[in-house]
């Protein structure tokens, strides 16, 4: 079992950030195009509008990001950060408690986002590809003495 844990658990992690990322991009592109509904209230924000623009506009870069795997952990954190402040201005004051003040998806996107800063994104993500270019570039960057192999 522990061999297919070890090989499953980066796709895993994976299937997970890329759900969240899509989520969250799904808010930011309601709040700011009402597409594929119309945001709550039915309004739509700009981009420039503060705050609820300005936290679309983050949904919509992060969840990008998040999606396919580049900056991850940079991505995940800003918008974690992000979903603590909107819960702590717009759902706390109504209540101590998420299930009381309708916070339920806030508080679940900011620690969702919060792991995949800690975890890191899994199987099939950019970060990954960059990370072993970085490492082979540096590879090839090493002398090899005459008469060796290279690593």
């Known amino acids: 079992m522990k061999n297919i844990s ?19 991009l799904c808010h930011g592109l309601s709040t700011l195009t009402g597409w594929p509904v119309a945001p709550w209230g039915g309004n739509t924000s700009s981009w420039t509008d503060w705050p609820g623009g300005w936290a679309a506009t983050i949904e919509l870069v992060a969840g990008t990001l998040i999606i396919i795997g580049l900056g991850t952990r940079a991505a995940a954190f800003i918008a974690s950060g992000s979903m603590a402040v909107a819960y702590f201005w717009k759902h706390q004051p109504d209540g101590l408690l998420p299930i009381q003040n309708e916070g339920d998806s806030v508080v679940l996107f900011c620690w969702s986002l919060l792991l995949l800063v800690f975890i ?32």
């Open 6 to 24: 070890s090989t499953a658990a980066p796709w895993g992690i994976a299937a997970f950030r890329i759900v969240v990322g899509f989520l969250f």
């Open 120 to 151: 890191g994104p899994g199987a099939a993500a950019l970060d990954n590809l960059r990370r072993a270019k970085a490492t082979s570039s540096e590879v090839a960057d090493e002398p090899v003495a005459v008469g060796t192999s290279s690593p």
